[in-house]
C-alpha cells in the first residue's frame, strides 16, 4: 500500500514568509508525527497527533510553528514569518497507535529560507 | 532525560568489511532501541528494533544487541556492501512514550 507521502518535497522560500508543509499518512493510521531534521540539531520531535486527542505541541520551537490535523488523516505543519535557522528537513511519520507500534516516515520536505 | 549518543562519521569502508556503529543512551526504565536506516534521497526506514534487555534486533545481516548493563546498542554488519551506503540513526521510545529521540547519525560509505 501506500506509504507516507509529503508535499512539497523541496520548499525555497524568503525570510519572513509563511509556508505550509502537508503531510499524508498511511490510511487507518491513527498516529501521526513531526520531526525536524537540521544541521545543527539532529533529528527533533515536534508534534504528535493521536485520534481526537489533544496534539502533544511539546516540541515545537517557538510560537511561529504550529499544525493542525484534518478530519483525523491529512496534516499541515505551518511555519509563520519562516527564519533563515528554520531551514530543514521536516519529517513527517504515522503509526497505528501510538507508543508500542512503529513510526512509519514520509521522504520529508526540505525547507531553505534565504 | 532521554539521550542517545553515537559514533561520529563519517565512515568509509571497502566492501566486504566489518561494520560497526557505536550507540549508547541514556533514559530511565527500560526503553526501546532502534535503528533506522536513510538511503540518499529516501526517507527513514526501521532497520531493526529490540523491546527488551538481551533482545537482539537483526535485518538485512544488521544485527545489534540491547544491553542494559552498558546501555548500549551497537549495530554491526559481518560484511558490508556499496548498496549499504547511508545514513544510519540510533533511536531510542521511552516506555509507554510515542516521542523518538535519536542520535546525530552516522554517514557510511561502501566503496567497490
Known amino acids: 500500500g501506500a506509504g507516507v507521502s509529503q508535499s512539497p518535497s523541496n520548499k525555497v522560500t524568503e525570510k519572513g514568509k509563511d509556508v505550509e508543509l502537508r503531510c499524508d499518512p498511511i490510511s487507518g493510521h491513527t498516529a501521526l508525527y513531526w520531526y525536524r531534521q537540521s544541521l545543527g540539531q539532529g533529528l527533533e520531535f515536534l508534534i504528535y497527533?493521536?485520534?481526537?486527542?489533544?496534539?502533544?505541541k511539546s516540541g515545537l520551537p517557538s510560537d511561529r510553528f504550529s499544525a493542525e490535523r484534518t478530519g483525523g488523516s491529512v496534516s499541515t505543519l505551518t511555519i509563520q514569518r519562516t527564519q533563515q535557522e528554520d531551514s530543514a528537513v521536516y519529517l513527517c511519520a504515522s503509526s497505528l497507535n501510538g507508543d508500542a507500534y512503529e513510526q512509519y516516515f514520509g521522504p520529508g520536505t526540505r525547507l531553505t529560507v534565504t | 532525560g532521554n539521550s542517545v549518543t553515537q559514533m561520529e562519521g563519517p565512515v568509509t569502508l571497502s566492501e566486504e568489511a566489518f561494520l560497526t556503529i557505536n550507540c549508547t543512551y541514556t533514559?530511565?526504565?527500560?526503553?526501546?532501541l532502534f535503528w533506522y536506516v536513510q538511503y540518499p534521497g529516501e526517507g527513514l526506514q526501521l532497520l531493526l528494533k529490540a523491546t527488551k534487555a538481551d533482545d537482539k534486533g537483526s535485518n538485512k545481516g544488521f544485527e545489534a544487541t540491547y544491553r542494559k548493563e552498558t546501555t548500549s546498542f551497537h549495530l554491526e554488519k559481518g560484511s558490508v556492501q556499496v548498496s549499504d551506503s547511508a545514513v544510519y540513526f540510533c533511536?531510542?521510545?521511552?516506555?509507554?512514550?510515542?516521542?523518538?529521540?535519536f542520535g546525530a547519525g552516522t554517514t557510511v560509505t561502501v566503496r567497490a
Open positions: 533511536a531510542l521510545r521511552p516506555p509507554h512514550d510515542y516521542k523518538l529521540s
Open positions: 497527533f493521536q485520534g481526537n486527542s489533544a496534539p502533544d
Open positions: 533514559a530511565t526504565g527500560y526503553p526501546s
